[in-house]
């Protein structure tokens, strides 16, 4: 169990629980939690949480594969991931030849650790809300070439994944501040089993539409 799988399942199973966590206030909240776990004053069920990081992994991969047989991620793109875990992944879950490039960050909303530091050029993928993603999307946004596909797989009946969407769905309000106003395209699916998935998309087009299990589709521009 590595310190950021930790601290998300922490914290999805307070959200789970119903707990009420100020806005801008994951990091805070989470890192408290985590000093709890290390003191023994919070338990973990090791069966629990097994079963937590393989629907996490799930998740992910779906994600990846989604954007994948919707053309999404092509053949050669030059792509970075935003997630908590190298063997957590969306974009290294599934078969593409590309550069993959991982950028290792807590989940949670704000802006705590010091930020990845290195160029981001080329195609930004994010499946859920991790510290200083704002700051990527803005590096990345200073080269209108560069382009996004960020938003969130998981099951439409957890409160984790209602929370999210509600994240992505006030983010989509303000983007256009960081996209000089151009076209952020919106997908959002149910698909199979009662999973859920919300893509904002910018700059990219899918150039192969192959078939895909799923229930409803609602996009919008």
């Known amino acids: ?25 994951e990091m805070k909240y989470i890192n408290k939690l985590f000093e709890q776990f290390k003191k023994g004053e919070i338990k973990i069920n090791e069966f ?3 079963i937590w990081l393989e629907n996490l992994r799930r998740n992910k991969r779906n994600f990846g594969w989604f954007l994948k047989t919707s053309g999404y991620l092509k053949r050669n793109d030059k792509v970075y991931e935003v997630t908590e875990d190298e063997n957590i992944s969306s974009i290294n879950g599934i078969c593409l030849k590309a550069d993959k490039n991982l950028i290792i960050s807590q989940a949670g909303d704000g802006c705590y ?4 530091d290195k160029d981001i050029d080329g195609n930004l993928v994010i499946n859920g809300i991790y510290d200083n993603q704002l700051i990527y999307l803005s590096r990345l946004l200073k080269d209108a070439k560069n382009s996004f596909m960020i938003g969130y797989y ?19 309000q303000i983007l256009p501040l960081l996209t000089g106003n151009n076209d952020v395209k919106v997908v959002e699916d149910n698909v199979f089993g009662g999973d859920k998935i919300y893509v904002l998309t910018y700059q990219t087009t899918p150039i192969v539409q192959q078939p895909f299990p799923i229930e409803n589709r609602h996009s919008e521009r």
């Open 48 to 50: 629990e949480f097994e």
């Open 113 to 116: 650790e010091k930020p990845y």
């Open 1 to 25: 169990m590595t310190e950021n799988l930790i601290k998300r399942f922490l914290l999805e199973k307070a959200i789970e629980n119903g707990e009420d966590i100020e806005t801008f206030g």
């Open 154 to 172: 998981g099951q439409s009946d957890s409160n984790y994944t209602k929370q999210v969407l509600k994240y992505y769905k006030r983010l989509r």
